[in-house]
């Protein structure tokens, strides 16, 4: 489903954007306290299906170093790979920048591949770019009615990963039961819709600072998923509410939807000194949960 985003005014995407940019930065002053914790009933998905296979990034397409794919709609999307897969099928880890960043930020401020190798989780680690580059804009993921501007050019985001998971598993040794993705801001909020609308593929995700933002919530079958939320946010609040032009459910109507509509395992996590930025012990609380799936 694409689902429609009402167009605002240039000053109140101006506004968004300023806010919004820092989704991918990370903060350095934050507690190692949570709390807040709420589970509903457990459950979890797996399968197949097929698409173009990946590519290697062109010149000039994508950044040095990335890997590319050409979607069926022709547009190059370009991402990041860390393998740390060993001599066993791996699980397959997505993580997905915010409104305003990238993939190369993301792998810097999360140090995710630290906190696998910890808990001895040989993933192959891919970290994908939204689209907005090509245009001179910010970088932005449609995961329903945020975030301009890939909301605004109808951007199958859900496709997208649909013919990645595919090329991804022709080109490494993939578990397949095991494909999750976390995502902090826009890219959880991606995640929540990939997990809504993709659940025949994805088993398992991680919400940091997002919220649920389609209008249903239809999976097949039901997948585990950890939100993480501070109570100092403002760009998407616990509360929920406008913020900058977009209206927000509050976390725990997130978690709740979400929860109903999977009849899987959600867990909420939440704490009074974490803001909106990527906090330093989200990446464990991530890491812990998958390492349990």
């Not at 173009?52 to 990335?66: D, E, H, I, N």
């Not at 501007?149 to 080109?171: C, H, K, M, R, S």
């Not at 997990?195 to 994805?202: D, K, P, V």
């Not at 909420?268 to 799936?293: C, N």
């Amino acid at each position: 489903m694409k689902a429609p985003m009402r167009r605002t005014t240039p000053l109140v995407i101006t506004a968004v954007l300023m806010a919004l940019s820092g989704c991918a930065a990370t903060n350095n002053n934050v507690s190692n306290n949570t709390a807040g914790t709420t589970t509903a009933p457990a459950v979890t998905t797996t399968v197949a299906s097929s698409a173009p296979v990946t590519q290697p990034a062109s010149a000039g397409l994508v950044p040095p170093g990335f890997s590319s794919i050409t979607t069926t709609d022709g547009q190059v999307r370009s991402y990041l790979v860390s393998d740390l897969s060993g001599d066993e099928p791996a699980p397959l880890l997505f993580v997905l920048h915010g409104f305003g960043g990238n993939a190369q930020a993301m792998n810097s401020s999360t140090n995710i591949e630290n906190s696998l190798d910890a808990y001895d989780l040989d993933a192959v680690v891919v970290y994908p770019n939204g689209t907005g580059a090509e245009q001179g804009l910010p970088q932005s993921w449609n995961a329903g009615t945020c975030c301009p501007f890939a909301t605004f050019e109808f951007v199958d985001d859900v496709a997208f990963f649909d013919e990645l998971i595919t090329g991804l598993i022709a080109q490494y040794d993939i578990d397949t039961t095991r494909v999750w993705v976390v995502g902090h801001s826009n890219g959880g909020m991606m995640a929540y819709r990939l997990a809504c609308e993709l659940s025949t593929r994805i088993t398992a995700i991680g919400v940091a600072a997002g919220a649920l933002v389609i209008e249903t919530c239809t999976p097949s079958r039901p997948v585990s998923a950890l939100h993480v939320h501070g109570e100092l946010d403002t760009v998407v609040p616990l509360a929920g509410g406008n913020s900058l032009g977009i209206v927000f459910p509050s976390t725990q109507l997130s978690v709740e939807t979400f929860s109903r509509a999977n009849n899987g395992n959600i867990k909420l996590v939440t704490d009074a000194k974490w803001t909106h930025d990527w906090q330093p012990e989200w990446s464990g609380l991530f890491t812990k949960f998958l390492a349990s799936k």
